[in-house]
T-cell receptor, first 116, second 114 residues
């Protein structure tokens, strides 16, 4: 019973390159959340998606960042033209349904992005 | 908006000491409250939760009681072990469901010395 799977675990990019982070939610989960964790800080919400829909992207920077959750395949967080300030751990979480305040989120192990 | 405040770390204790990590929150309505734990190099794991006032969540010797009157959800453990060393996050989910999932505190780094 696989949990939330994220890959790669570690990603190194040079400034100006693109970073693509993948997340496969738990089986049966149709809601995906992306969070960013900067060193010595908590988790900051970025975006919430359901299959083929972005529900809330209020935490996502307006430029260079995008996310998708296609009908088939994993959710993708894409960062274009990366800068050093994008270096962080990016966590994906999933849940079976939104609207239930009792449902915890299940987290993946994260992708640690380093921009050189 | 919703917010969670936790005591700042690092918190350093000796093995078998009593642990308290304070957490208070601000939210509209009646949120659910959670504690997550993050071990080095890993993602967050749900430790315990409480969904209504006076509920006590417990797991692996950790406990936290949902106190509506003080808007608190302090984490406690009677006797900590070296293996409890990790970062602990308090979080809430508002009663409206909330498209943004969970609101997290900044985390408390716990270090247990043998």
């Amino acid at each position: 019973n696989a949990g939330v799977m994220q890959n790669p675990r570690h990603l190194v990019r040079r400034r100006g390159q693109e970073a693509r982070l993948r997340c496969s939610p738990m089986k049966g989960h149709s809601h995906v959340y992306w969070y960013r964790q900067l060193p010595e800080e908590g988790l900051k919400f970025m975006v919430y998606l359901q299959k083929e829909n972005i529900i809330d992207e209020s935490g996502m920077p307006k430029e260079r960042f995008s996310a998708e959750f296609p009908k088939e395949g994993p959710s993708i967080l894409r960062i274009q033209q990366v800068v050093r300030g994008d270096s962080a751990a990016y966590f994906c979480a999933s849940s079976p349904s939104e609207g239930s305040r009792h449902s915890p989120l299940h987290f993946g192990n994260g992708t640690r992005l380093t921009v050189t | 908006g919703d917010s969670v405040t936790q005591m700042e770390g690092p918190v350093t204790l000796s093995e078998e000491a009593f642990l308290t990590i304070n957490c208070t929150y601000t939210a509209t309505g009646y949120p659910s409250l959670f504690w997550y734990v993050q071990y080095p190099g890993e993602g967050l794991q749900l430790l315990l939760k409480a969904t209504k006032a006076d509920d006590k969540g417990s797991n692996k010797g950790f406990e936290a009681t949902y106190r509506k009157e003080t808007t608190s959800f302090h984490l406690e453990k009677g006797s900590v072990q070296v293996s409890d060393s990790a970062v602990y996050f308090c979080a809430l989910k508002s009663s409206g469901g909330g498209a943004d999932g969970l609101t997290f505190g900044k985390g408390t780094h716990l270090i247990i010395q043998p």
